[in-house]
């Protein structure tokens, strides 16, 4: 899939870190903004890069990446999500972040993703936000992802979004 020139795929374990660091990038342009999305230490705890190593494993740590073979996107897809009742087929989508340098990469991501999703067979393309991020929830709603309820894993709060597949 393609779109910019841009491919999503699968990740290989040697590209686990690079998108890794993706992540990492994310989350010091979240801190240095003051928004409280993924809490450094908090995240790390629970999203080492050893849980992205097993989702390489497990085939469903995802790449958008540009055509020079650098990351723009990096999401883990999950065919399955206890976060969420049962209802419907869905792919879901975790640990979503944008290189804070290519504006639009995150919405090219959740476009191709909607495309992998619909060839799957599936209904939805689901995922969750931080509930204390209005910017976001504004932006998901935007895109097409309606609000389904409220969440919570530890100490982080969420609010569960899908967009329909039609």
Not at 39 to 48: G, I, N, S, V
Not at 95 to 123: F, I, S, T, V, Y
């Amino acid at each position: 899939m393609t779109d910019q020139g841009e491919v999503l795929r699968l990740a290989s374990l040697e590209e686990a870190p690079r998108l890794f660091q993706l992540i990492l990038r994310r989350i010091t342009w979240l801190e240095e903004r003051g928004i409280r999305q993924w809490e450094r230490d908090d995240y790390l705890t629970y999203y080492p890069l050893t849980y992205f190593q097993e989702r390489v494993r497990n085939g469903e740590l995802y790449g958008l990446w540009r055509p020079d073979g650098a990351p723009n996107v990096v999401a883990v897809l999950l065919e399955e999500d206890d976060r969420w009742p049962a209802g419907g087929s869905a792919l879901y989508i975790h640990n979503l972040a944008a290189n804070p340098d290519a504006p639009g990469a995150g919405e090219r991501m959740l476009r191709q993703c909607m495309a992998l999703a619909k060839a799957m067979g599936k209904d939805y393309l689901r995922l969750d936000c931080g509930r204390n991020n209005p910017a976001l929830n504004d932006y998901y709603e935007r895109l097409g992802f309606s609000y389904v309820g409220p969440m919570e894993v530890g100490s982080y709060q969420g609010n569960l979004r899908q967009r329909p597949l039609l």
